[in-house]
């Protein structure tokens, strides 16, 4: 019988947050209504092209990352979307975790970041339910004198 502690991770396990607390001490809460979430990281080049070889050469320099999350917005009391959209209008840095499981679970990882929600798109289609993007990037953000840079997280 197959070890189903190594099997592939579906999205739906899959779990996206923002911090309401501290960096030292965080209370994630859930984005319980994100239906797609996704993120990139890239990176800027640095040309390292001579005369010495026939071949174009580079090397990674900044990094960057991009986080996109629709949201499957509700009537009436929807307070992670109140949250979120005050957030964007405000361009207030909010701490996300994007995350391959729950962050109560040891072993989970992915990506933490204090970032800048730069984009809010709201989809009205006639047969499906109200949608909302949300197109998210680092931001600078400094924590007890420290500047907190995105990072890859794993809950131990």
Same mark, same amino acid.
């Given at each position: 019988m197959a070890n189903q502690t190594q099997r592939p991770v579906t999205g739906l396990e899959c779990k996206s947050y923002?911090? #309401?607390g501290t960096y030292a001490s965080p209370t994630w809460t859930e984005l319980t209504r994100a239906i797609?979430? $996704?993120?990139?990281?890239?990176?800027? @080049?640095a040309d390292q092209r001579s005369r010495s070889s026939g071949w174009a050469k580079a090397k990674?320099?900044?990094?960057?990352?991009?986080?996109?999350?629709?949201?499957?917005?509700?009537?009436?009391?929807d307070t992670v /979307? +109140? /949250?979120?959209?005050?957030?964007?209008?405000a361009g207030t840095a909010?701490? /996300? #975790?994007?995350? +391959?499981g729950s962050s109560s679970s040891s072993g989970v990882q992915?990506? =933490? #970041?204090y970032c800048?929600? /730069?984009?809010? @798109?709201?989809?009205? +289609?006639? #047969? $499906?339910? @109200?949608e909302v993007q949300f197109t998210i990037k680092p931001t600078y953000y400094e924590d007890s004198g420290t500047? =907190?840079?995105? @990072?890859?997280?794993?809950?131990s």
């Open positions: 923002y911090n #309401a797609n979430v $996704s993120y990139g990281i890239t990176k800027d @080049e990674g320099v900044h990094k960057a990352l991009e986080i996109t999350i629709t949201y499957r917005k509700k009537q009436g009391t /979307f +109140d /949250f979120l959209q005050a957030a964007c209008l909010v701490e /996300f #975790a994007i995350l +391959d992915g990506v =933490r #970041a800048e929600i /730069f984009g809010l @798109e709201d989809t009205q +289609d006639l #047969a $499906s339910t @109200e500047e =907190r840079d995105p @990072e890859w997280y794993e809950i």
